[in-house]
């Protein structure tokens, strides 16, 4: 159970300003539409990118077992472009081999690939006009993933690790007879990387992402310290594959634009205290660092201090973001550590998933760590352009935040993630100077993380009508309301 207060109980913008305040952050008092910070075009290699809005990726366990859309896939890109955001940052995790799907219901390359793709890119289109926008300046990528640890494609853990972990091991299912990724599988892993990339640009997309975040493949090896050979040890080896992908994306199409969601720093595995994640009583218990002395010094984040893991580190993200620049990648999509170790760094939330724990800090707290990673970024490499992320928890005072960090040039786009599975359309109805409709703001209450934990589809069950009449929202609610925070949410009664 969340401790904290929630942000509809702030009085006003001055309260929140104030809470804001001690945490070194501020905002503004009142929302300007597109003739104001968030409306403001960009170009980008010679392509407008129309706002400072941006759809962060967002997947949906709502696949075909062959890996294909299905409707409620197309939905939801539908709605990515009905959302009036000019930067779709992925759309959601496609994974390049079967085998790297982090569940059995993930995007994935597949024989009719062509086809699925052709159709998400033309339903974020569909979505975008059907708001009476115009596509001109609409900037859609492909995001391209490979879970690593996290893979599960039928269901139960099929972890392809670069390297064993002496937390992480036991929690997705790694044995001590698992053998890492050879040299080779990294390279074949790479080449479905490429394939992937040449596929997105055919069928029209503007960019792929290649994703660095979040715990997966290409985010582990960043941090491969304890890896031998090419592939790990120094800065270099560590992201040596990612220069293969990239090198040989570049090979095929030079001029094929790219970008990278990278946890620009990790946080050291969490769990909640005394072990279950829910106490006899059906409350959530709070959460805490799994690390002991016997750990340190932590050979294993990116971007943390191995002797105060609890720090940032940003010298090798720097480095990396150095290496962006050399090589011409300037998007940048901006996130923290892991939705599997650290869910309440990733996805701030008052209310948290069914295997999470009640958040260790103020979930505002955990919002300004992605706030100040994206400005430390931001003024390290003012030619790159960032997507900051963590804006969701923010709610009633989201644009007058977003705002703010456009405007003082923090960010250059505001990435929104859960705000566009219950409200879509709220970065339009901002730009067109419309009163925001509070009660489609999400909660956070973590339906949509923890419906996919029992094996149902991600959805807002609780504000989304499509989801709510599904059979899976009662069950989802029922576990909910035995963990609420104090003060209960306005609407969700
Ligand atoms: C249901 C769900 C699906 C997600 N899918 C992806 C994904 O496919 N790729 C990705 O990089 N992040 C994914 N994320 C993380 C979000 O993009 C975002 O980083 C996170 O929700 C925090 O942003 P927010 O506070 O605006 O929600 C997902 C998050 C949720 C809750
Ligand atoms: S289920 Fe809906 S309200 Fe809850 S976190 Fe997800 S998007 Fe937000």
């Known amino acids: 159970m969340s401790e904290f207060p929630l942000v509809s109980a702030y009085k006003d913008v ?7 305040a001690e945490l070194g952050l501020d905002c503004d008092r009142r929302i300007e539409d597109a003739g104001g910070p968030l409306g403001q075009p960009v170009v980008h290699r010679g392509r407008t990118i129309g706002n400072r809005w941006a759809a962060h990726p967002m997947e949906g366990w709502d696949g075909t077992p062959g890996g294909q859309p ?3 896939t197309l939905r939801r890109w539908r709605n990515f472009g009905r959302s009036g955001a000019k930067l779709i940052w992925g759309g959601e995790a496609y994974a390049v081999t079967e ?4 569940n059995p219901h993930q995007l994935c390359l597949n024989p009719n690939s062509r086809e699925d793709l052709t159709a998400l890119l033309a339903a974020v289109r569909a979505g975008h006009r059907e708001a009476g926008l115009t596509t001109d300046d609409l900037y859609c990528g492909l995001q391209l993933t490979h879970s690593g640890r996290w893979a599960r494609p039928r269901g139960a853990p099929a972890p392809r690790i670069p390297q064993h972990h002496p937390l992480l091991d036991r929690r997705s299912g790694v044995l001590d ?3 890492p990724l050879t040299d080779g599988e990294l390279e074949g892993i790479a080449r479905a990387f490429v394939d992937a990339a040449l596929l997105a640009r055919e069928v029209g997309f503007d960019f792929v992402d290649i994703k660095c975040c979040h715990g997966y493949l ?3 090896l960043l941090a491969a310290r304890q890896r031998p050979g090419p592939y790990g040890g120094d800065l270099a080896g560590r992201t040596a594959l990612f220069r293969r992908i990239v090198s040989g994306i570049r090979a095929s199409v030079p001029d094929f634009d790219l970008g990278v969601r990278l946890s620009l720093y990790d946080c050291v595995p969490h769990a909640a205290q005394g072990g279950a994640s829910h106490d006899a009583g059906g409350e959530a218990r709070r959460g805490s660092s799994e690390l002991t002395g016997e750990h340190l010094p932590y050979e294993y984040g990116f971007g943390i201090n191995p002797h105060f893991p609890a720090e940032p580190d940003l010298q090798e993200p720097f480095q990396f973001l150095e290496l962006l620049r050399e090589n011409d990648i300037s998007l940048v999509n901006i996130t923290l550590g892991s939705p599997y170790y650290c869910p309440h760094l990733q996805r701030p939330a008052s209310w948290p998933p069914s295997d999470g724990y009640a958040p260790p800090e103020d979930p505002l707290a955990s919002v300004a760590a992605h706030l100040r990673a994206t400005r430390a970024a931001k ?5 790159l352009l960032f997507v900051g992320t963590g804006y969701t928890y923010l709610q009633e005072y989201l644009p007058q935040v977003a705002q703010y960090e456009v405007r003082a040039g923090h960010t250059d786009f505001v990435g929104i993630g859960r705000l566009l599975l219950s409200y879509p359309e709220l970065p339009q109805h901002t730009l067109a100077g ?9 909660r956070t209450f973590s339906d949509c993380t923890s419906g996919p934990r029992s094996g149902e589809v991600s959805g807002c069950y609780p504000l989304d009508p499509h989801y709510r009449s599904m059979a899976a929202a009662a069950p989802l609610r029922a576990a909910r309301s035995r ?7 306005p609407h969700d009664k």
């Open 14 to 20: 001055d309260a929140f300003r104030a809470r804001l």
């Open 70 to 72: 299905t409707e409620l």
């Open 99 to 102: 085998d790297g799907r982090a």
């Open 177 to 179: 007879t698992t053998s």
């Open 218 to 220: 290409l985010h582990e």
């Open 379 to 383: 003024a390290a490499f003012p030619d």
């Open 434 to 442: 419309r009163a925001l409709e509070n009660k489609r703001l999400c």
């Open 483 to 489: 963990s609420s925070p104090p003060n209960d949410s």
